[in-house]
């Protein structure tokens, strides 16, 4: 059955800051370009402003769905400098910063200890297969040179380099490497979630389970789809703390429906045209990605699950 279409409910109410008892959905954003594909600043601050508005919890800049392996080293340079004044004081910034090496890496958190962050977030190093002990040295040694908090980003499926759970636990004793952002199996993330100490967060990216996650009690919880619709987002938060469960059901369906809608077009393109629909301009599907047919921007137009995403 198809999820319910309301009409926009308008935004939320605000956030507390930094509290993690209560649901907290962290958006991450696309990185949307113009036609030479440098930074669409105009289109970064609508896309930054909506997340904001809506009361989502936090965001995270130039994560996965914001394409970091695939922008200009001046691009992501550019949109360090554009999202962060647009993030301070609103809620929590997180800022991806991993690339396939300790040297490349350690250039961009250099770059973002001129600025203050809730977090620098590092994926797994890829294209090269590193052991446990060498993935640890690695972390802990960026940790050390980090004027922010550091987080690790475990996500097999991109890296082909899975976190190991005693890896993490020993990483998680560094002072200055404050949480994790799982991308795995939700059964090993609730297993860390039973080791772990002393305030090591562990936040969450299972959205096809997010229902049943919050009802556990797994409040942190970090998407691209968060972004694309943070109506939704923030509306799953308010009925997640009301205890509203049949709410956070309707929205949890929503998002499914929209994750199966957007793998079967390609994540990038869909994400780009339904931006569009929500009269954000830009292309946050940078080449070789392709762009959506009219005949599929029609299906996205016509699906009545989402068609109020151009409710802002």
């Avoid at 809730?118 to 960026?142: A, H, N």
């Avoid at 949480?179 to 080791?195: M, T």
């Amino acid at each position: 059955m198809m999820p319910n279409s309301d009409p926009d409910p308008g935004p939320a109410a605000p956030r507390i800051l930094g509290t993690t008892s209560r649901a907290q959905l962290f958006g991450a954003i696309g990185t949307p370009l113009d036609e030479h594909e440098n930074l669409h600043v105009e289109a970064l601050a609508q896309h930054l402003d909506e997340q904001w508005r809506h009361g989502v919890a936090g965001v995270l800049i130039a994560g996965t769905m914001g394409c970091l392996p695939l922008l200009r080293e001046h691009t992501y340079a550019d949109l360090v400098r554009q999202s962060i004044p647009r993030c301070t004081g609103r809620g929590e910034t997180f800022v991806g910063v991993g690339d396939t090496s300790f040297a490349r890496t350690l250039d961009r958190i250099q770059l973002l200890n001129d600025f203050r962050v809730d977090g620098v977030v590092v994926i797994t190093p890829y294209f090269l297969p590193f052991s446990q002990e060498e993935l640890i040295d690695y972390f802990r040694q960026l940790a050390d040179r980090s004027k922010n908090p550091l987080y690790l980003y475990d996500i097999p499926a991109r890296a082909r380099v899975k976190l190991e759970l005693p890896t993490v636990l020993a990483l998680a004793k560094h002072p200055n490497i404050r949480g994790i952002k799982c991308s795995a199996d939700p059964d090993w993330a609730r297993e860390l979630i039973g080791e772990v100490k002393g305030g090591f967060r562990v936040i969450v990216a299972a959205i096809d389970q997010l229902h049943v996650l919050l009802r556990e009690g797994i409040p942190e919880h970090l998407d691209g789809l968060f972004a694309l619709m943070p109506h939704w987002a923030g509306q799953t938060m308010s009925a997640a703390d009301s205890g509203d469960w049949a709410g956070v059901e309707r929205y949890a369906a929503r998002f499914r429906h929209l994750l199966a809608t957007v793998r079967s077009m390609g994540s990038f393109s869909a994400y780009t045209a339904l931006a569009r629909m929500r009269g954000i301009p830009g292309n946050f599907a940078p080449a070789p990605l392709r762009q959506l047919r009219e005949d599929e921007i029609a299906m996205l137009r016509d699906d009545p699950c989402l068609q109020n995403s151009a409710a802002t």
